[in-house]
């Protein structure tokens, strides 16, 4: 069993930068990989970013790439989500999931544990 709590999200202005903390409870972390995924009112979910087991295998949506940036530290069993250049359409709740898989894949079935979300918004 893992449980995971999401931390550092708010209000911004466009341009600014955020960053998403992931603290995971359980055991097996470093054997799980981890993403980020965010929904915006009257949309799907969707990826925003997720890491394998190295940490240096990383998967992002294209309208994230050279933006955002996700790393991990398992030795305090976190996760982050660097976020840059915030645009208005950034705006989501943002939710992290860990699944027992050691590649950082795209589809949401593969993860198993999920945080209850952290809301960005980002200002015009």
């Known amino acids: 069993q893992m449980s995971l709590v999401e931390s550092g999200g708010g209000v911004v202005q466009a341009g600014g930068s955020l960053r998403l903390t992931c603290a995971a409870s359980g055991s097996h972390f470093p054997r799980h990989a981890v993403s980020w995924w965010r929904q915006a009112p009257g949309k799907e979910r969707e990826l925003v970013a997720a890491v394998g087991w190295a940490g240096d295998d990383t998967k992002y949506a294209d309208s994230v790439k050279g933006r955002f940036t996700i790393s991990r530290d398992d030795t305090e069993n976190t996760v982050y989500l660097q976020m840059n250049s915030l645009k208005p359409e950034d705006t989501a709740v943002y939710s992290c999931?860990?699944?027992?898989?050691?590649?950082?894949?795209?589809?949401?079935?593969?993860?198993?544990?999920w945080g209850l979300g952290t809301q960005v918004t980002v200002s015009p």
């Open positions: 999931a860990a699944g027992p898989t050691h590649y950082p894949s795209g589809y949401a079935s593969t993860y198993l544990y």
